[in-house]
């Protein structure tokens, strides 16, 4: 089946650095993958979706690129700010929901602080 | 933006008894959907729910657990009866098509005692 591995449970980072939180997936078809970001007392929000020209997602300066061959959607940015201290989910729809959102396989979350 | 509303945020219950979380999906989204998220680990899908029907559930989503909603209003998760194991936060999402955005509630953490 699909599932979605997050390797850091926490980042901790200085403002100004650049922010890698790693996804890696295992899917039988290829899937869509996102970030999903839920701030303190919020819901998880949509921060990026791959699309299906391989285009970069890119949002908020964050980005993130779909290797297939590594099976891996990590998401990065530049510099971070002390507003990116987060839970960031990694999350796959597979091609067997037909690309779409019936349903969504999330990894564990990492959870980002940002300090000064 | 668009909100998904969960109330309570927060619901113990008696192991045994039957509970309701309750969502107001935004108003014109037509796909809805419970995910469980077990203390310490990832979200995990329970089912979806589209035009009155149940479209795709989860192992998870045990014959205790039911969803509906009806005449449009709440879309709700019932659980008859609640185990200790249904001890989690329930989020629930919706979305206007099939590919489009979903977005999430912030959940009910629900504890079963």
């Known amino acids: 089946g699909d599932s979605v591995t997050q390797t850091e449970g926490l980042v901790t980072l200085t403002e100004g650095l650049p922010v890698m939180l790693n996804c890696t997936y295992q899917?039988?078809?290829?899937?869509?993958l996102f970030w999903y970001v839920q701030h303190l007392n919020e819901a998880p929000k949509l921060l990026l979706k791959s699309f299906t020209d391989n285009k970069r997602p890119e949002h908020q300066g964050f980005h993130a690129t779909l290797h297939k061959s590594s099976s891996s959607f990590h998401l990065q940015k530049s510099s971070a700010q002390l507003s990116d201290s987060a839970l960031y989910y990694c999350a796959l729809s597979g091609l067997n929901s037909g690309g779409s959102n019936y349903k969504l396989t999330f990894g564990k979350g990492t959870l980002l602080t940002v300090t000064p | 933006g668009p909100k998904v509303l969960q109330i309570p945020s927060h619901q113990i219950i008696d192991m045994g008894q039957m509970v309701t979380l309750n969502c107001d999906p935004v108003?014109?989204?037509?796909?809805f959907y419970w995910y469980k998220q077990i203390l310490g680990q990832q979200m995990e899908f329970l089912v979806n729910?589209?035009?009155?029907?149940?479209?795709?559930k989860s192992k998870l989503f045990k014959d205790q657990f039911s969803v509906e909603r009806p005449d449009g209003s709440y879309f709700t998760l019932k659980i008859q009866p609640t185990a200790l194991e249904d001890s989690a936060v329930y989020f629930c999402a919706s979305s206007l098509d099939r590919n489009t955005e979903v977005f999430f509630g912030k959940g009910t953490r629900l504890t079963v005692v």
């Open positions: 899917s039988t078809y290829s899937p869509f």
């Open positions: 729910f589209y035009n009155g029907k149940v479209m795709e």
């Open positions: 108003s014109n989204h037509l796909y």
